[in-house]
């Protein structure tokens, strides 16, 4: 089985426009970057690949999932994570409930439940946060805690979307160490789309348009 996310001749057309043309590998714990200007394709590339195109776009090609073809998946069963700049916690949970509500129903017993998240929190640095209210966390706080509650659903793929662009310069750096940190950790195959070059570098992965062109090749591991 060939491990990893493979977009294999993906063509998105709208119209006759085509918005993507991409051949690519993404290996676990890689991270491919998809830059291009305002209305290059870039969120329709993320749309097509958690299966939920608008209908008005065609999309031929295959993408697969460690070695499963994705096509004609829904959205729950391609078990890929989503983390976008507006982080959506629920307001009317603990931050441990945020984290809880995440976590897979197989993921069996209470005690198992608890000591997952016990160890998302220390692993975002953030140990005693369990019943705090999300409104009372700092910005990069609770972009740590966002990450790790997609990190806990299990993605067996991760897709960014501009996920640090509300954020200042300092957090900024600081928070793409931490992503980029765990993505490698948990060797998830991962797309970042952003307009951002410096977010782009750090990534250190391939970087392309989402009509494939290479923008920068990765750097050597
Ligand atoms: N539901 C839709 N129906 C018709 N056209 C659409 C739809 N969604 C997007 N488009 C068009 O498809 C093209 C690609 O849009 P897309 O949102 O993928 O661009 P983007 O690169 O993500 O842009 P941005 O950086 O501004 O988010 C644009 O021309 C847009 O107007």
């Known amino acids: 089985m060939t491990t990893g996310l493979h977009l294999d001749h993906l063509r998105i057309t709208l119209d006759d426009r085509r918005l993507v043309d991409l051949n690519e590998h993404v290996a676990p714990g890689e991270i491919l970057t998809v830059m291009g200007p ?8 993320l749309s097509v690949l958690i299966g939920q195109p608008d209908p008005g776009f065609t999309v031929t090609g295959r993408v697969a999932l460690d070695g ?3 096509n004609g998946l829904g959205p729950q069963a391609r078990r890929i994570g989503l983390l976008f700049q507006d982080d959506l916690l629920f307001p009317h949970l603990s931050v441990g409930q945020n984290l809880a509500f995440a976590l897979p129903a197989w993921v069996k017993g209470r005690a198992t439940r608890e000591a997952r998240i016990a160890a998302a929190l220390e692993a975002a640095e953030l140990d005693g946060f369990a019943n705090r209210d999300p409104a009372t966390l700092s910005g990069g706080q609770r972009a740590r805690v966002a990450l790790m509650r997609c990190l806990l659903s299990a993605p067996r793929a991760l897709l960014l979307d501009e996920p640090f662009s509300r954020l200042d310069a300092d957090l ?14 948990e060797a998830i195959p991962a797309i970042l789309v ?6 782009a570098l750090a990534a250190g992965g391939k970087v392309i348009t989402p009509l494939g062109e290479v923008r920068q090749t990765a750097k050597p591991a």
Request: glycine share 10%.
């Open 194 to 199: 952003t307009h951002d070059l410096e977010d």
């Open 172 to 185: 900024r750096r600081q928070m793409r160490d931490f992503v980029f940190g765990r993505i490698r950790a």
């Open 68 to 70: 499963q073809d994705l």
């Open 38 to 45: 305002s209305g290059s394709g870039k969120s329709t590339l």
